[in-house]
């Protein structure tokens, strides 16, 4: 039973330098999200998406970009990595908007960017 | 804006201490609330949840109101144990601008420390 599940788990850039965190789900789950977590800060939204081919943006989506071409990925991509991006970053995943039902997240990956 | 805000951590407790973990919440209508705990090394996983007004979840030991009255979804154990220590997080799922999407808005988490 994975759930969701996250690669790489932990990844160290350089500046300038970009990589894509991927991100899979096998609970056929139509909403999927990604929330970046500094230290003292909560999680905070980057980019959500409601199905397949269809993304937006959260509270915090500069820097990043990312694509859904299935239902089971959600990857998110760094082109230029600046310090500011190390953070963890966790992927998320719920079955439809039922504010009842919790979303499921992966493991995390924690980025350094030196 | 929907709004969570924890009381300052961090948390330190002996085995068998009484725990409580405050939060105030600030949302349009009635959401439902939830406690979501994170282990070292983990992501989030889903402690309890509470779906309307009075109600109480309930799991693992821990336990949490919502409370209308007060805005506020306090956890609560009697007796914490070592394997209890992680980051726990207030959440409520909240609509940014009318949007259909499920955006969790979460509190700052709150780290407790178990010592034997």
């Known amino acids: 039973n994975a759930g969701v599940t996250q690669t790489p788990k932990f990844r160290i850039l350089k500046i300038g330098q970009s990589m894509t965190l991927q991100c899979t789900q096998d609970?056929?789950?139509?909403?999927m999200y990604w929330y970046r977590q500094d230290p003292g800060m909560g999680l905070k939204l980057i980019y959500y998406?409601?199905?397949?081919?269809?993304?937006d943006k959260g509270e915090v989506p500069n820097g990043y970009n990312v694509s859904r071409s299935t239902t089971e990925d959600f990857p998110l991509r760094l082109e230029l990595a600046a310090p500011s991006q190390t953070s963890v970053y966790f992927c998320?995943?719920?079955?439809?908007?039922?504010?009842?039902?919790?979303?499921?997240f992966g493991d995390g990956t924690r980025l350094s960017i030196l | 804006g929907d709004s969570v805000t924890q009381m300052e951590g961090p948390v330190t407790l002996s085995e068998e201490a009484f725990l409580t973990i405050n939060c105030t919440y600030t949302?349009?209508?009635?959401?439902?609330l939830f406690w979501y705990v994170q282990y070292p090394g983990e992501g989030l996983q889903l402690l309890l949840k509470?779906?309307?007004?009075?109600d109480k979840g309930s799991n693992k030991g821990f336990e949490a109101t919502y409370r209308k009255e007060t805005t506020s979804f306090h956890l609560e154990k009697g007796s914490v144990q070592v394997s209890d220590s992680a980051v726990y997080f207030c959440?409520?799922?909240?609509?940014?601008?009318?949007?259909?999407?499920?955006?969790?808005?979460f509190g700052q988490g709150t780290i407790l420390t178990v010592h034997p």
């Open positions: 998320a995943s719920e079955t439809n908007r039922d504010s009842n039902q919790p979303q499921h």
């Open positions: 609970m056929n789950h139509n909403y």
């Open positions: 998406s409601v199905g397949a081919g269809i993304t």
């Open positions: 949302a349009t209508g009635y959401p439902s």
């Open positions: 509470a779906t309307k007004a009075d």
């Open positions: 959440a409520l799922p909240s609509n940014a601008g009318g949007t259909s999407y499920g955006k969790l808005t």
